[in-house]
């Protein structure tokens, strides 16, 4: 069974951009949740997605946003980048109950300039 | 919320030895899980071992294993006979059932010498 697949692996961005990030879970998982990890502030929480509704979000300002789709895809979305927006971020796949292992793609390193 | 700690922001292990990763947690669930995982330089986190919380027994998953001790909120991760690839980062992470979300700690860092 292919694991979980995350585009781009690299981007390069400027300050006040945006830029869109994609998530592809493990067939059968409906559950997405995205992670962001800084050296900074570790790992932390952004939101997750199942059968295309948002059903938990962390604490991480209006920028950053999310979706999902019918085939369980999910992308996230930050507006107007600022430099502390430079991290990788990973999203994993699960079934969806709440003790579910998560399974992680290999993230996707943003670097904002 | 859930606190996690690690105490340990870094060890180092002789090849081939055992070494116990240390994680206390502070959760107010009555249900939750708990995860480890690894993290190599490339980034990707690699699942490695779950306990339940109402798990009789630790868990142990080849040369993984869990010392749990539920009433100290306490899962210590156990590598038995390590290898050189097993240097990386580590992460325990409980999920609560009453939410859907991992919460991390700040990792150890483990090094694994020939």
């Known amino acids: 069974k292919a694991g979980v697949t995350q585009t781009p692996r690299y981007l390069i961005k400027t300050r006040g951009q945006q830029v869109t990030l994609s998530c592809s879970p493990i067939?059968?998982?409906?559950?997405v949740s995205w992670y962001q990890q800084t050296p900074g502030q570790g790992l932390q929480f952004l939101f997750e997605?199942?059968?295309?509704?948002?059903?938990n979000k962390g604490n991480f300002p209006g920028r950053f946003s999310g979706r999902q789709f019918s085939n369980s895809r999910s992308e996230m979305n930050v507006s107007t980048l600022e430099l502390g927006d430079s991290a990788l971020y990973l999203c994993?796949?699960?079934?969806?109950?709440?003790?579910?292992?998560?399974?992680f793609g290999p993230g996707t390193r943003l670097t904002v300039l | 919320a859930q606190k996690i700690t690690q105490t340990q922001p870094g060890m180092f292990v002789q090849e081939k030895e055992a070494v116990t990763l240390d994680c206390t947690y502070d959760?107010?669930?009555?249900?939750?899980?708990l995860f480890w995982y690894k993290q190599p330089s490339s980034g990707e986190m690699i699942f490695l071992i779950y306990?339940?919380?109402?798990?009789?027994q630790n868990a142990t998953e080849g040369r993984y294993s869990l010392n749990f001790q539920k009433a100290r909120k306490s899962a210590n991760l156990v590598i038995s006979a390590s290898q050189l690839g097993d240097s990386a980062m580590y992460f325990c992470?409980?999920?609560?059932?009453?939410?859907?979300?991992?919460?991390f700690g700040k990792g150890t860092k483990l090094s694994v010498i020939p």
């Open positions: 994993a796949s699960s079934i969806g109950t709440p003790v579910d292992t998560q399974y």
């Open positions: 997605y199942f059968s295309e509704t948002q059903r």
């Open positions: 959760t107010s669930d009555p249900s939750y899980g």
């Open positions: 306990q339940g919380s109402y798990d009789q």
């Open positions: 992470a409980p999920s609560g059932a009453g939410s859907y979300q991992l919460t």
């Open positions: 067939s059968g998982h409906r559950s």
